[in-house]
């Protein structure tokens, strides 16, 4: 299994990013996916996740109405697109197998929200 987000940097309070993450090893179109960010200093918190379906979402209360996850089944590939990025938001971000987040996981790409 292998995962590799892309898409991290440094944004101002109000800007917009697109994480990439990029799947192989496993049928990627078979599983559910998730959006999972860890801040320095606090757990892992689980923020989206999408069923192989490619239409059933699921948000927590925290990003919800802000981000948006979608996945590309024919390229192996899902999305996490974030708009009006608060300083809270910043975090490392990554994705991992399953609805909870708990599977096989990437390394993660970095998200500064900072003016």
């Known amino acids: 299994v292998q995962l590799v987000e892309s898409g991290g940097g440094l944004v101002q309070p109000g800007g917009s990013l697109r994480l990439s993450c990029v799947a192989s090893?496993?049928?990627?179109?078979?599983?559910?996916m998730s959006w999972v960010r860890q801040a320095p200093g606090k757990g892992p918190e689980r923020i989206s996740y999408i069923l192989a379906d490619a239409v059933t979402t699921h948000y927590e209360d925290s990003v919800k109405g802000r981000f948006t996850i979608s996945r590309d089944n024919a390229k192996n590939t899902l999305f996490l697109q974030m708009n009006s990025l608060k300083p809270e938001d910043t975090a490392n971000y990554y994705c991992?197998?399953?609805?909870?987040?708990?599977?096989?996981r990437g390394q993660g790409t970095q998200v500064t929200v900072s003016s």
């Open positions: 991992a197998t399953g609805s909870m987040g708990r599977g096989s």
């Open positions: 090893g496993f049928p990627f179109t078979t599983y559910t």
